[in-house]
């Protein structure tokens, strides 16, 4: 089945620092990938729709220039939490949709854990 | 988007049946009905999906009201593994690109061994 791979899966680091988090789509190519946050017990929030070799789509309240998302690649797309702050520490996720064409389901990464110190 | 409505929590016995019910009744005639599952500590994986016909695969089978308005996830025995929080999600096929999932509460799983 369709393979989504993240990296890397945790990241402790000090307030300022910027964090990229890679989500490759190892198995087949990925036009569309997803990245969301998932803070402790809540559920999964999308922040952003990444399109291969245009810019990405941020959802309401999800601030882009804190956010930067790349995706060079039909099967690599960047995260990048700029100047990160302790209130950005979350589960990072990201998902690709396998093929195109009718409604496809998702296929998840194992998710990114970032704590900041 | 349409909302869908799940019970918080269930709790089940190892190696029976397990029924998750799902209630759409605002669901549009091109909204799939998708579910995922989360274990701890990981990504969603996909389970199951369908339009308007009940669904079976290698995880579980999907019963869809003839009306559309609710659905049931059956897991036919339950494991430890399925052990997990199940997200009932409508995605709407609007014949362009994928869209991004809207994530509910979900229900959170408990298997009894």
């Known amino acids: 089945g369709a393979v989504v791979s993240q990296h890397p899966s945790w990241v402790i680091c000090k307030s300022g620092t910027s964090v990229k988090i890679e989500c490759r789509s190892l198995?087949?190519?990925?036009?569309?990938m997803f990245w969301y946050r998932q803070f402790p017990k809540q559920s999964l929030m999308l922040m952003a729709t990444?399109?291969?070799?245009?810019?990405?789509?941020?959802e309401q309240g999800v601030e882009k220039d804190k956010f930067l998302i790349n995706h060079a690649s039909l099967t690599l797309s960047t995260l990048t939490v700029t100047s990160a702050h302790p209130e950005d520490s979350s589960f990072y996720i990201c998902?690709?949709?396998?093929?195109?064409?009718?409604?496809?389901?998702?296929?998840f990464g194992d998710g990114t854990r970032l704590s900041i110190l | 988007d349409a909302k869908t409505t799940q019970p918080n929590s269930m709790e089940s016995n190892e190696e029976e049946p397990v029924h998750l019910p799902c209630n759409h009744s605002?669901?549009?005639?091109?909204?799939?009905i998708h579910w995922y599952r989360q274990l701890p500590s990981q990504g969603p994986e996909y389970v199951i999906h369908?339009?308007?016909s009940n669904v079976n695969n290698r995880m579980a089978s999907l019963a869809i009201a003839e009306d559309r308005k609710s659905s049931t996830l059956i897991l036919h025995r339950a494991t430890l593994r399925d052990a997990a929080v199940y997200y009932c999600?409508?995605?709407?096929?609007?014949?362009?690109?994928?869209?991004?999932?809207?994530f509910g509460k979900g229900t959170h799983l408990i298997i009894q061994p």
């Open positions: 990444s399109n291969e070799g245009s810019k990405a789509t941020y």
């Open positions: 999600i409508l995605s709407r096929d609007s014949g362009g690109g994928a869209d991004g999932l809207t």
């Open positions: 369908g339009l308007t």
């Open positions: 605002t669901i549009s005639g091109t909204d799939y």
């Open positions: 198995d087949f190519q990925a036009t569309t």
């Open positions: 998902s690709a949709e396998g093929r195109t064409g009718g409604n496809q389901p998702q296929h």
